[in-house]
């Protein structure tokens, strides 16, 4: 079975950082785009942050650009999600996704693989 697994959420303080990690099990992503959503309470899922498949190219929604830095593992098949200076409105279950033509979106439809999410809390 095909899995992307998240871990790294938690409860932090506003002005704090937090670091998501997404790995795969059941097979490789290496030549996948991967992407971060999120969904906070009562709200839609959107698009946070996405990388190429070879790691060359990233995107931001603006709610996190120059606070958030998506990277993707030495092997191409882990990614991550540095999150720093955070704010209650970053409170969200955050998603992990995987989009095999390997270019990366910001339309949760490119995405065929998805985890089960983190829950990350930035409390005021």
């Known amino acids: 079975q095909v899995q992307l697994v998240e871990s790294g959420g938690g409860l932090v303080q506003a002005g704090g950082s937090l670091r998501l990690s997404c790995a795969p099990s059941g097979r490789t992503f290496s030549s996948y785009a991967m992407a971060w959503f999120r969904q906070a309470p009562g709200k839609e899922r959107e698009f946070v942050a996405a990388?190429?498949?070879?790691?060359?190219?990233?995107f931001y929604a603006d709610s996190v650009k120059g606070r958030f830095t998506i990277s993707r593992g030495n092997a191409k098949n882990t990614v991550y999600l540095q999150m720093n200076s955070l704010n209650p409105e970053d409170t969200a279950v955050y998603y992990c996704?995987?989009?095999?033509?390997?270019?990366?979106?910001?339309?949760?439809?490119?995405?065929?693989?998805w985890g089960q999410g983190t829950q990350v809390t930035v409390s005021s």
């Open positions: 990388v190429n498949w070879e790691g060359s190219i990233t």
């Open positions: 996704a995987a989009d095999r033509l390997g270019g990366g979106s910001r339309s949760s439809n490119s995405y065929e693989y």
